[in-house]
């Protein structure tokens, strides 16, 4: 059983930038995919970035492209969202997700039904 917590997050103004976390227990970090997705107030949850460290495979939605990068810490077993030059419209809740025996890679990574372990969620809200 995988297991996600979460941290970070917060208020933060636009331009500005907030790392989010998700510890990982349970499984180590090459055996899973990891993704994050958002969802925002009145809003469907939506993919926000993957990573697979097994084949070091990312992918990124393009409302965040060139601006949110996942990273990981194995020492830690962790994953990351680093979000930078962040818009009002990013203001959401923010969850990590995870999936046991690396399968996404190949497709599907966007789908949030195809992942099995959730964080709790970390509000991130930007204002203008």
């Known amino acids: 059983q995988v297991q996600l917590r979460q941290s970070g997050g917060g208020s933060v103004q636009a331009g500005g930038s907030l790392r989010l976390s998700c510890a990982v227990s349970g499984r180590r970090l090459r055996e899973i995919d990891m993704a994050w997705f958002r969802q925002a107030p009145g809003k469907e949850r939506e993919f926000v970035a993957y990573f697979a460290d097994y084949g070091g495979v990312t992918h990124y939605s393009d409302s965040v492209k060139d601006r949110f990068t996942v990273s990981i810490d194995k020492d830690q077993n962790a994953f990351f969202l680093q979000t930078s030059n962040l818009k009002p419209e990013d203001t959401a809740m923010y969850y990590c997700?995870?999936?046991?025996?690396?399968?996404?890679?190949?497709?599907?990574?966007?789908?949030?039904?195809?992942?099995?372990?959730w964080g709790q969620g970390s509000l991130v809200t930007v204002s203008s």
């Open positions: 997700t995870a999936k046991a025996d690396v399968t996404l890679w190949l497709g599907g990574w966007a789908r949030s039904d195809l992942y099995e372990f």
